[in-house]
């Protein structure tokens, strides 16, 4: 099944946001460990890395129902709204 426009932007977004937010928690937890800067950029761009292809790999399928399910409500309510209007 392939994605549409729509969903490939929204893994995409959620693909970034998901993956600076791994990246500044892994900075911050090793800062506050009191590793050595350049060690904690290193662990944290690793980090982030393996977020990234994690997002991509999980976050299709997840986006897929999210959007059926939010379109099949959405032909229920009108549906229902037209059967209103008719009577």
């Given at each position: 099944?392939?994605?549409?426009?729509?969903?490939?932007e929204l893994?995409?977004?959620?693909?970034?946001?998901?993956?600076?937010?791994?990246?500044?928690?892994?900075?911050?937890?090793?800062?506050?460990a009191?590793?050595?800067?350049s060690?904690?950029?290193?662990?944290?761009?690793?980090?982030?890395?393996?977020?990234l292809?994690?997002a991509y790999?999980?976050a299709?399928?997840?986006?897929?129902?999210?959007?059926t399910?939010?379109?099949?409500?959405?032909?229920k309510r009108r549906?229902?709204?037209?059967?209103?209007e008719?009577?």
């Amino acid at each position: 099944m392939s994605q549409g426009k729509g969903s490939q932007e929204l893994t995409r977004v959620t693909a970034a946001y998901v993956t600076s937010i791994v990246f500044a928690v892994a900075f911050l937890a090793a800062c506050a460990a009191g590793v050595d800067g350049s060690t904690a950029i290193w662990r944290s761009v690793i980090a982030g890395a393996c977020a990234l292809v994690a997002a991509y790999l999980l976050a299709p399928p997840v986006i897929d129902v999210v959007l059926t399910s939010m379109a099949r409500d959405e032909a229920k309510r009108r549906a229902e709204l037209d059967a209103e209007e008719e009577h």
